[in-house]
């Protein structure tokens, strides 16, 4: 059998992939409320049950990781930390040894 080339090595990449998203399953058991309460939301979205909890749970998803990825801070911290970076403090005696050292022990790449 001769080998791949790679546009059909890459189809059969995309297939498998689809192949495995529709094949991987996340199950909960909602109490009798949640579940009246889920249909309810899905009947006025016109969506069913089923996309609606996808649709439902991928936005709270992604609202979890913006809101872990973002820095929320006061406006003291805030002013600090501008601050730090717009007007960085001088290097002490022990970082100015620390980078002549790192200068002598760490070889860089090409």
Same mark, same amino acid.
């Given at each position: 059998?001769?080998? /791949? %080339?790679?546009?059909?090595?890459?189809? !059969?990449? *995309?297939? $498998?992939? #689809? +192949?495995?998203?529709?094949? =991987? &399953?996340?199950?909960?058991?909602?109490?009798?409320?949640?579940?009246?309460?889920?249909?309810?939301?899905?009947?006025?979205?016109?969506?069913? /049950? %089923?996309?609606?909890?996808?649709?439902? !749970?991928? *936005?709270? $998803?992604? #609202? +979890?990781?913006?809101?872990? =990825? &973002?820095?929320?801070?006061?406006?003291?911290?805030?002013?600090?930390?501008?601050?730090?970076?717009?007007?960085?403090?001088?290097?002490?005696?022990?970082?100015?040894?620390?980078?002549?050292?790192?200068?002598?022990?760490?070889?860089?790449?090409?």
């Amino acid at each position: 059998m001769a080998p /791949l %080339s790679k546009s059909e090595d890459d189809r !059969v990449t *995309e297939l $498998a992939s #689809r +192949v495995n998203r529709t094949r =991987d &399953r996340a199950q909960f058991r909602p109490t009798a409320e949640q579940k009246e309460l889920l249909v309810q939301a899905a009947t006025l979205t016109g969506q069913t /049950l %089923s996309d609606f909890m996808r649709t439902a !749970v991928e *936005e709270r $998803a992604k #609202r +979890v990781i913006a809101d872990h =990825d &973002r820095i929320t801070l006061n406006e003291r911290s805030r002013k600090t930390f501008f601050a730090a970076l717009t007007n960085p403090p001088r290097p002490n005696d022990r970082l100015m040894a620390l980078a002549d050292r790192y200068a002598r022990e760490v070889k860089t790449r090409p």
